[in-house]
């Protein structure tokens, strides 16, 4: 295959972010300029399906993959994907569009470089699960940062200085150490790519530390309690759109940053730290499950219940078991399906009424049963009812957890408890219970474009709840390879030391 | 002279200068004359650089004078540079009445005496030199002689920069005192074994170059200078005597004291971590963007000399690319400062930025590109600077060195955090005038596209830069 599919799918929407930059709208409303966007982003979202139908489920090796010379002699650019990544790259490529399509709901001004934002973000994001090699993974990870910062910033509410910084710094405090990893990593093993070093290995004095620095990174970006605090913040502050987009898909690089290098490259710190990864996620669940139930605003306890679900991630991608890794990648899936409903879902109200505030709404099913019916669906999904998709992330998780290790196992349980009080105690308040307000009485149900956005999130939520096979299928070679290195990496180590 | 041609650059641009002096005093009104004529004769200087560059290592005058790859890649970013400042500021001169016929031929001179300094391979070629860019200095920092900081800041940094010459002098004599010799070769051979007076010498000779690199603990005149001289003085500031300097110190450490490296490899380390630190932690709290961009030079000296800490051929090339990316990111940035003009009244206070981005969308953006390409965020060219710099220290296993400069860089992703957030999010105030001149809107077209395209194809300024070794 000579065409560099990936790389258009990387490219392709910043030439469309370059197009709107570049032509200038008469009336000043950029109408125009969505529709590029919208174009362009559908044509992404095809190219990536295209991707996914030629793409070899049976193999573990690295596919479509693109070697060209970059930093001379040392760095090249490298991108491929496999099983995993590729849902991640649909979920990117899935996401944009429903954010083109409900943009103009919450963006008042400057529409057109919000689009240009995004879609510049879009490649980045596409670009961080694509590339096999370190540095090619750090530019893009850190890239990110410029976009979101300014959809915060510019876009965003009354403390959204505030959040945006906080945003930024925490993050790239946290990676800054990554970047000495990298270089440290060059300088032992000679190369930063990453096929490469799944097949040198790294020697285990060094795993550790290096480990670590790996984890402050992607802790910060998952985010792990005690390092969560800029989440809550940065989604009360963003725009819909940008909430969408950070708890899709930016937390996702975290997840995905820990199966593909904390297991992939060093397997002996990671064994050493579990115990640490564990106890972390189940005070985020537990934890930040109880600080949700407590939320008077609506926005704040989905962000907490997104670390309390990252929290399930990074436990089940730290049983080193099939079906917690399986689970781990689903219930990210799952949870950028979910978590970008439930934000799309407060948009819309919040649109019509100006507040997040919980004990603002009540009463709600009976002048929008339409967006009644569609919140229940992503409220059940969001404290995982079988038949959606979290069921199967959460399920898996614990599977593996109680294979490992019972008392943490029963300890998340009870994170499922909690996960289920919150929603459905948000639901009852916010579409039950008696209009107590008389302001909401105007309040009209979805219009068109809403319903289009959301019911395209209903029906995955839904038809992967009930057949997760393809999605299983993806994924199932990937995370078996990536266990049979990890579990020959420690055997061999094992045997050293003997 | 079989060996003229070597030498053309430097005569050219001397017979330029005083023919220059003798069209300023014998035609009247010729200050716009001569500024084009230095212009032009700055472009034909490049030319006659790049022409010798192809050359080895070539010896003049006794050995006292080096022509290599170093010397000709430093003359060619420097005169490079000198271009582009005076291209950039021949509008705003003309705006503060400034434009006299001193003005061109004094940047002309100092552009010579760096010259010398660059290619010098002998003290005393060496110091006149530095004296020569020094004294050209110290009569533009005080240019606008009406106004009463440009005037502070010529005088500050006569007496300081004269101080830190004397510091230098004294250090030349004690190593010419134990070395024997004033020639840097001769006493790379005699200086093998260690002593009190040659260590001494290589402390008091770093101490005045860190002076002219502003770097801490010497740094205390930039900002005030920085802020005092007119825009383009500051923009000469920021770029040219760095260039000279940091090639001054790259050729003292691998050439005379190359042996030395004991000796010098900790007073580096530490300047380096200091600059870093100061300059990240001193800027947040500045209100007038000239002085925030002087504490911001401050640190990235420190990352500069971080390169030259490491004693390897790796980390000298670090450090030219450094100063190579960091110079287009300045003339980025005094480009668009040049355009904040309303009314024949430049501005140059952070409050003047505040929601720019509303009506000027393109100055912004390039003033966005280039404060995250200075605070060194993916995929600007800043970064890739860094990157090359923390590349070569980690290669030594100085981790202390590569966290704390990384750690410095949150800290000074802050307050170029906080300049966006004036532009973008804060709420507008009155216009700027949106006509430039034309050689300013090249220079910001120019150095923003290399900002934003770097990563298109980082391999460029390495391959050249490889070439320079010197260990």
Redesign the interface.
Known sequence: MNFPILSSLILLPTIGALFILFTKSSSGKYQSSKYVALFISLANFLLSLYLWHVFDKNSVDFQFVENREWLSGFINYKVGIDGISILFVILTTFITPICIISVNATITNRLKDFLIAILIMETFMIGVFCSLDLVVFYLFFEAGLIPMFLIIGIWGGERRVYSAFKFFLYTLLGSVLMLVAIISIYWITGTTDVEKLYELGIRAEYQNLLWLAFFSSFAVKTPMWPVHTWLPDAHVEAPTVGSVLLAAILLKMAGYGFIRFSLGLFPIASENFTMLVYILSLIAIIYTSLVALMQEDMKKLIAYSSVAHMGFVTLGIFTMTQQGIEGSIFQMISHGLVSAALFLSVGVVYERHHTRLINKYGGLVSIMPRYAIVFMVFTLGALGLPGTTGFIGEFLILMGAFEKNILVAMIASLGVILGAAYMLWLFKRVVFGEMNNQELKGMKDLKTFEIITLSALVIPILFFGFYPEPLMNSIEASVENTLNMYNFDLINNLASKD | MENFQYILPEIFISVSIMLFLLVGVFKKNSANLIYNLSNISLVILLTLIINISSLDTIYLFNESYLIDNLSNYMKIILVGSGIFVMLTGSKYIQVINLNKIEYPILILSSILGMMIMISSNDLIVFYMGLELQSLALYVLASFNRDNLLSTESGLKYFVLSALSSGLLLYGCSLTYGFSESTNFDQILVNSTEFNYGTTFGIVFILVGLAFKISAVPFHMWAPDVYQGSPTSVTLFFAILPKIAALSVFIKFLYTPFANMNDQWQTIIVFISIASMIFGSVAAIGQKNLKRLIAYSSISHMGYALAGLATVSNQGIQSSITYISIYLVMNLAFFSCLFMLKRNDQYYENIEDLSGLSKKH?VLSFSLLIVL?SLAG???LAG?FAK?YV??AV??QSM?FL??VG??A??VA??YY?RI??II??DPEKEEYETSHNLGLKITLAISTIFILAY?IY??GI??IVSKITMI
Do not use: C, G, M
């Open positions: 969308p995250f965020i993916p995929p970064f990157f923390f590349l980690i290669e981790y590569a966290i990384l750690l860089t949150v992703a802050f955090l966006i957030k973008y999010f990563f980082p391999s390495t391959e």
